[in-house]
């Protein structure tokens, strides 16, 4: 009797975060499938569909960046060197009138979105009955995944034309409110450009320390403005505020992902307790560029110089068309009604024209019938790209 030959072994997929398998997808991924299925073969496509700047970084910024490359690496420190800390604070005073301390109220962070996303980590427990994280909607695509990935639940807030795209409070139930560990408040909004006045924000501060939940205020458009100056939800109250800033659009730095999170001193404590973990400091290198970036402001007018012009040169021509652009108070975007009504069907109709946007409903249900439009190619391109659009309808 010959022995039994051994069982075949088999190797058993490991679990995964039923997050990452289901048929949901990041919306620019999505967007960029179809750009590539429907620009014509040869075209290349003028992009503005992704906030990203395509104007230079300024040189004295790339100038202290180079002059701090060091001849030997070293890991950088979560906390960032002081000189950064000090450098954001100051830049706080300057534009806001805030005073924070830059030891205890404030952490630098690698471009807002890692801010954005681990946020949720640090304020949600998963034995509390307070798990829902409050999102007005359309929002940046990353505050309601990082809300799951934590554990939490997102509450979608609709925004609505009729209110200016502006979040009120008491469109969310009392019982939500209860339930609520963080609500992320977004000024000037991305993607309908509305802004929230000085009361707006003071009344939400204090519905947040009444009913005892944490306000996230992503601020990445505070210096992206044309008539009236955004206001920093730091100028209500520090208690229970976090704000995020970044120089990607201010200073065209999106490649260096550098901005900080400034506020409650508890929370900032927890924050800094909790980002060694995950490998996030930003190298230093980087902070000498961003040190010299917040220690200037003329360069920032300058970059809201060159976004005017294209807001000037593309609200002209979608006058002139009949698509009627709304909110758009401040944020290099322009929050326009599809023409038709079908914002996906729209923006296909642009890609095969070499153009590119991003759908309304993309970035929520309460954008469905809109488009936003980022106004980051060149002027030059801006004309282009008009140009391209003279037959479509």
Same mark, same amino acid.
């Given at each position: #009797?010959?022995?039994?030959?051994?069982?075949?072994?088999?190797?058993?997929? +490991?679990?995964?975060? $039923?997050?990452?398998?289901?048929?949901?997808?990041?919306?620019?991924?999505?967007?960029?499938? /179809?750009? @590539?299925?429907?620009?014509?073969?040869? #075209?290349?496509?003028?992009?503005?569909?992704?906030?990203?700047?395509?104007? @230079?970084?300024?040189?004295?910024?790339?100038?202290?960046?180079?002059?701090? *490359?060091?001849?030997?690496?070293?890991?950088?420190?979560?906390?960032?060197?002081?000189?950064?800390?000090?450098?954001?604070? +100051? &830049?706080?005073? @300057?534009?806001?009138?805030?005073?924070?301390?830059?030891?205890?109220?404030? =952490?630098?962070?690698?471009?807002?979105?890692?801010?954005?996303?681990?946020?949720?980590?640090?304020? =949600?427990?998963?034995?509390?009955?307070?798990?829902?994280?409050?999102?007005?909607?359309?929002?940046?695509? *990353?505050?309601?995944?990082?809300? !799951?990935?934590?554990?939490?639940?997102?509450?979608?807030?609709?925004?609505?034309?009729?209110?200016? &795209?502006?979040?009120?409070?008491?469109?969310?139930?009392?019982?939500? &409110? !209860?339930?609520?560990?963080?609500?992320?408040?977004?000024?000037?909004?991305?993607?309908?450009?509305?802004?929230?006045?000085?009361?707006?924000?003071?009344?939400?501060?204090?519905?947040?320390?009444? %009913?005892?939940?944490?306000?996230?205020?992503?601020?990445?458009?505070?210096?992206?403005?044309?008539?009236?100056?955004? %206001?920093? #939800?730091?100028?209500?109250?520090?208690?229970?505020?976090?704000?995020?800033?970044?120089?990607?659009?201010?200073?065209?730095?999106?490649?260096?992902?550098?901005?900080?999170?400034?506020?409650?001193?508890?929370?900032?404590?927890? /924050?800094?307790?909790?980002?060694?973990?995950?490998? *996030?400091?930003?190298?230093?290198?980087? !902070?000498?560029?961003?040190?010299?970036?917040?220690?200037?402001?003329?360069?920032?007018?300058? !970059?809201?110089? /060159?976004?005017?012009?294209?807001?000037?040169? #593309?609200?002209?021509?979608?006058?002139?068309?009949?698509?009627?652009?709304?909110?758009?108070?401040?944020?290099?975007?322009? &929050?326009?009604?599809?023409? +038709?009504?079908?914002?996906?069907?729209?923006?296909?109709?642009?890609?095969?024209?070499? *153009?590119?946007?991003? $759908?309304?409903?993309?970035?929520?249900?309460? +954008?469905?019938?809109?488009?936003?439009?980022?106004?980051?190619?060149? /002027?030059?391109?801006?004309?282009?790209?008009?140009?391209?659009?003279?037959?479509?309808?």
């Amino acid at each position: #009797m010959s022995a039994p030959r051994p069982a075949a072994h088999v190797t058993l997929p +490991g679990p995964l975060n $039923p997050l990452l398998e289901g048929p949901i997808e990041y919306p620019f991924v999505r967007l960029d499938r /179809l750009a @590539r299925e429907l620009t014509p073969a040869g #075209m290349t496509p003028i992009n503005f569909s992704i906030g990203d700047p395509r104007e @230079r970084t300024p040189a004295f910024i790339r100038e202290a960046l180079r002059a701090a *490359v060091p001849l030997v690496s070293s890991y950088p420190a979560v906390a960032g060197v002081p000189e950064l800390r000090a450098a954001a604070a +100051g &830049w706080l005073t @300057r534009r806001f009138g805030v005073t924070v301390d830059p030891d205890t109220e404030l =952490l630098p962070v690698n471009g807002t979105k890692e801010g954005v996303f681990l946020l949720a980590f640090a304020v =949600l427990a998963h034995s509390s009955e307070r798990n829902l994280v409050v999102i007005p909607t359309p929002a940046y695509p *990353v505050y309601g995944p990082a809300a !799951q990935f934590a554990g939490g639940e997102p509450y979608h807030v609709p925004l609505r034309s009729e209110d200016g &795209w502006k979040f009120r409070v008491d469109a969310v139930p009392e019982e939500i &409110w !209860q339930r609520t560990a963080l609500l992320w408040l977004n000024t000037p909004h991305n993607p309908t450009g509305a802004t929230l006045d000085l009361p707006a924000l003071g009344a939400i501060a204090e519905h947040a320390r009444r %009913h005892g939940y944490w306000v996230a205020s992503d601020e990445a458009y505070a210096e992206v403005f044309f008539d009236e100056v955004p %206001h920093s #939800m730091l100028e209500c109250s520090t208690d229970n505020v976090i704000a995020f800033h970044t120089l990607s659009k201010r200073s065209a730095m999106t490649g260096y992902r550098s901005g900080f999170m400034a506020g409650d001193a508890r929370l900032i404590e927890a /924050l800094r307790r909790f980002r060694p973990n995950v490998g *996030v400091a930003t190298p230093e290198f980087v !902070q000498r560029a961003a040190i010299a970036a917040w220690n200037d402001d003329a360069h920032a007018a300058d !970059q809201r110089a /060159l976004y005017r012009a294209k807001r000037e040169l #593309m609200l002209a021509a979608f006058t002139g068309r009949g698509w009627k652009v709304e909110a758009s108070e401040a944020t290099f975007y322009l &929050w326009a009604r599809a023409p +038709g009504g079908d914002d996906v069907a729209f923006v296909e109709r642009l890609m095969r024209a070499g *153009v590119l946007a991003t $759908p309304g409903s993309f970035l929520g249900e309460a +954008g469905t019938g809109f488009v936003r439009w980022a106004l980051v190619p060149t /002027l030059d391109q801006c004309q282009a790209a008009l140009d391209r659009m003279q037959a479509i309808r």
